[in-house]
């Protein structure tokens, strides 16, 4: 049961993660090739994800570990709010 709006689409909120990823690789001063090269993604994998926000899970953990970002993916849910008193009692059992 939702109660929010998502107003974006999914492909909206993966473009936008890949902008930003592109913003931190850019004030690192990483060229794709680069992040390529340390990251274990191919190049065309890198070049594709910041153009059009499509890239593998396993691809995105490894950008995020190569530009030490992480926790960002290890701490994705881990602060999610009960929606109502059910799913406080689901969690208990």
């Known amino acids: 049961m939702r109660t929010g709006f998502v107003w974006e689409t999914a492909e909206e909120i993966?473009?936008?993660?890949?902008?930003?990823?592109?913003?931190?690789r850019k004030r690192r001063s990483?060229?794709?090739?680069?992040?390529?090269?340390?990251?274990?993604?191919?190049?065309?994998?890198?070049k594709r994800f910041e153009s059009?926000?499509?890239?593998?899970?396993?691809?995105?953990?490894?950008?995020a570990i190569a530009l030490d970002c992480a926790d960002e993916i290890k701490n994705m849910f881990q602060q999610i709010p009960y929606k109502n008193i059910e799913e406080v009692i689901r969690e208990g059992r």
């Open 14 to 24: 993966d473009q936008q993660l890949a902008d930003r990823i592109r913003n931190i």
């Open 30 to 46: 990483i060229s794709q090739e680069k992040l390529s090269q340390i990251s274990g993604v191919s190049f065309g994998s890198v």
């Open 52 to 63: 059009t926000g499509k890239i593998s899970l396993l691809s995105l953990t490894k950008l």
